[in-house]
C-alpha cells in the first residue's frame, strides 16, 4: 500500500535492497532532506530486505508473473526478466496516475540493465538517473541509454556500504535528481506541446549546412526544430518517439541511411521500423537522401569487395563506402514499400549533383549515374501520393535548403487547410 505523497516531488528509487539496503536508506535521506518524497522498489530476490520498501518485492513479482509466488531460483535470467516487467507496469501505472515525477537507481552490471529497461517505460521529459558503479564497460553503456534520456552517473567505486566516498557519490546523486525534477516548466508527456507543435529532423556532419540553413529560417517562421543525430541511435528514437504521438507535426528526415545501414549490417543501422513511424501517424514527411547511397560497416566485417570499394575517411574512426547498383537497387524498393504506407503526405527531395557534403564533382566518391539507379527504382516503385523533386544542387547547399522550406510550407499549409475543412464540415448550419 503506497502511503499518500505529493505526486509532483515523488522520486522513484530502484534498487536491490538484499545486497543495497544501507546505500538506499542513506540516498533516500539525502533526496528527502531536498524537499523530495521518495518511492522505493524492491528489486532483490534473495536475501532479506535491509530497510521496509514501499514497493516490495513480492508485489513486482506478482505484476511481472501473474498468478504466482516469488520464490528463490538459480535461473536468475528469468527472475530478472519478471522483475523487470512488473517493475515497468508499476512505474507506468503510477506515472499515469500522476504519482511519481521522476526516478533514480543504483548497482553494478546487472542491475543497472535490470533498472535502465525499467526507467524506459516512461516517456521522454521524465527526469531518470542511473547511478552505475560500471557505466564505462565494453558493451554494456549503449545497452544502458538505450534510446531514451537516461543520464548515468558513473560512481567509478562499488557500492560497498557507507563509506565517505560513497556517501559523496550519493549526496550529488540525490542532488541531481532532486534538481531535475523542480526544473521549472519542464517537458513529459503530460505536458501540452501547444498547437503548432514540434517539427523532427534528421541530420548528419553530411548535410550540416543545409540542416542549419532549414532550423534557422524555419524557426524564424516560430517552428521549433528538433534535431535528431542519423548514426543508428538518436533517429531510432526519433521513431518512437513519432509513434508515442502528440508531438511532432511533421517530419524533415534529411538522412535516412539508417534503413540501408540496416539491410547491410552498417554501424548505422536504425532498426527494422525506420522510416515507418510517420507514415503510420499521418504526420507529413519531407525526405532527403543525405548518405543513402553510402555505408559504414564495422571494419571488423568487411567482405572481400569493400577493400575496393569507393570510399571517404570522415575521422579515424568513421569510412563511408559507396553501395553498389545492386546495393543502390534494394535500399530504393525498400524504401518505397515503407512509404507507400505513409497515411500521410510525402515529399521526396533528390539533390542531383551528390547526396553528401564530400560528394561533389572531382571527388572519387561521386558518381551520379549509379545514384540515378536508385532515383530511377524509387520513381517506379513510388504510390502517386509520394511526390519526387528533383533539385539541381549538392545536398548542401543553400538551393538545396530553400527546396526543402519550399517543401515543408506547402505540405504545413495544405494540412491546415484540410484541418481547417474538417474543422467547418462539423459546424451545424444555423436554423432560422
Not at 538522412?255 to 548505422?268: D, K, N, Q, S
Not at 525498400?334 to 564533382?361: C, H, Q, Y
Request: hydrophobic share 40%.
Amino acid at each position: 500500500m503506497i502511503k499518500a505523497k505529493d505526486g509532483d516531488m515523488t522520486i522513484v528509487i530502484l534498487c536491490t535492497l538484499d545486497t543495497k539496503g544501507v546505500e538506499t536508506a542513506y540516498l533516500k535521506k539525502q533526496i528527502e532532506a531536498r524537499g523530495c518524497d521518495t518511492l522505493v522498489f524492491d528489486l532483490g530476490t534473495r536475501g532479506k530486505a535491509g530497510i521496509v520498501a514501499d514497493i516490495t518485492r513480492d508485489e513486482i513479482f506478482k505484476l511481472g508473473n501473474p498468478g504466482e509466488t516469488l520464490i528463490a531460483s538459480e535461473n536468475r535470467v528469468r527472475l530478472g526478466e519478471i522483475m523487470t516487467t512488473g517493475a515497468a507496469n508499476k512505474i507506468k501505472e503510477l506515472y499515469k496516475e500522476g504519482k511519481i515525477k521522476g526516478v533514480i537507481g543504483i548497482g553494478g552490471a546487472t542491475n543497472s540493465l535490470m533498472e535502465t529497461n525499467i526507467m524506459r517505460a516512461l516517456p521522454f521529459g521524465v527526469p531518470k538517473l542511473m547511478v552505475c558503479s560500471v557505466a564505462a564497460s565494453q558493451g554494456l553503456a549503449s545497452r544502458y541509454f538505450g534510446t531514451s534520456d537516461i543520464a548515468i552517473l558513473h560512481s567509478v567505486i562499488d557500492f560497498t556500504g557507507t563509506n565517505e566516498l560513497i556517501r559523496d557519490i550519493l549526496d550529488r546523486a540525490a542532488g541531481s535528481i532532486a534538481g531535475m525534477i523542480k526544473k521549472i516548466d519542464g517537458i513529459g508527456s503530460d505536458k501540452n506541446y501547444g498547437a503548432k507543435g514540434f517539427v523532427a529532423m534528421t541530420q548528419l556532419s553530411l548535410c550540416e549546412r543545409t540542416a542549419n540553413f532549414v532550423r534557422i529560417r524555419l524557426e524564424a517562421e516560430g517552428h521549433q526544430i528538433i534535431g535528431f543525430s542519423a548514426t543508428g541511435v538518436a533517429d531510432k528514437a526519433m521513431e518512437e518517439l513519432i509513434i508515442e504521438g502528440g508531438m511532432f507535426k511533421a517530419v524533415i528526415d534529411l538522412a535516412p541511411g539508417g534503413v540501408g545501414e540496416e539491410l547491410f549490417g552498417g554501424t548505422r543501422a536504425a532498426g527494422k521500423k525506420r522510416l515507418e513511424a510517420a507514415g503510420e501517424k499521418g504526420i507529413p514527411q519531407i525526405i532527403a537522401p543525405c548518405a543513402v547511397n553510402l555505408m559504414t560497416p564495422p571494419r571488423s566485417k568487411y567482405k572481400p569487395d569493400y577493400y575496393e570499394r569507393k570510399r571517404y575517411d570522415l575521422d579515424s574512426l568513421r569510412t563511408f563506402l559507396r553501395l553498389n547498383s545492386e546495393e543502390l537497387g534494394s535500399v530504393a524498393r525498400v524504401m518505397a514499400e515503407k512509404l507507400n504506407r505513409a497515411r500521410g503526405p510525402v515529399k521526396f527531395l533528390i539533390p542531383m549533383r551528390g547526396w553528401a557534403s564530400f560528394d561533389t564533382e572531382g571527388t572519387a566518391i561521386f558518381e551520379p549515374e549509379k545514384d540515378t539507379i536508385f532515383v530511377e527504382e524509387f520513381k517506379r516503385l513510388a504510390d502517386k501520393h509520394i511526390e519526387v523533386i528533383e533539385v539541381n544542387a549538392n545536398i548542401d547547399e543553400p538551393a538545396f535548403g530553400e527546396a526543402i522550406i519550399k517543401a515543408f510550407n506547402e505540405l504545413i499549409n495544405q494540412r491546415n487547410w484540410e484541418e481547417d475543412i474538417d474543422d467547418t464540415s462539423k459546424i451545424q448550419p444555423a436554423r432560422c
